[in-house]
Nanobody, 124 residues
Framework: QVQLVESGGGLVQAGGSLRLSCAAS????????MGWFRQAPGKEREFVAT????????NYADSVKGRFTISRDNAKNTVYLQMNSLKPEDTAVYYC?????????????????WGQGTQVTVSS
């Protein structure tokens, strides 16, 4: 079992920044990849970013590439999503997720634990 708790969401103006955190407990954190997904109202959940167990491999959705950075601190059992140059279209509930294995993956089906989500709202 893995428990995931996100924090750091909020309201920010376009062009601003936010840093999301996701604290994990349960299974050995360094043994699995982590990912961030988001879901906007009326839309399907979409992939945002993923990071391998070691932090060496990352991958991003095209829509956030160059603006968002995913990182992890295995000593603190925490994964982060630094979001810069935020746009109104980034408004969504953001979820962190723990993968079934150590390799970074963009596919939601490969994640078996999910947090409760944190709201990010970007005003224009």
């Amino acid at each position: 079992q893995v428990q995931l708790v996100e924090s750091g969401g909020g309201l920010v103006q376009a062009g601003g920044s936010l840093r999301l955190s996701c604290a994990a407990s349960g299974r050995t954190f360094s043994s699995y990849a982590m990912g961030w997904f988001r879901q906007a109202p009326g839309k399907e959940r979409e992939f945002v970013a993923t990071i391998s167990w070691s932090g060496e491999i990352t991958n991003y959705a095209d829509s956030v590439k160059g603006r968002f950075t995913i990182s992890r601190d295995n000593a603190k059992n925490t994964v982060y999503l630094q979001m810069n140059s935020l746009k109104p279209e980034d408004t969504a509930v953001y979820y962190c997720a723990a993968a079934t294995g150590p390799l970074a993956t963009t596919r939601a089906i490969r994640y078996n634990y999910w947090g409760q989500g944190t709201q990010v709202t970007v005003s224009s």
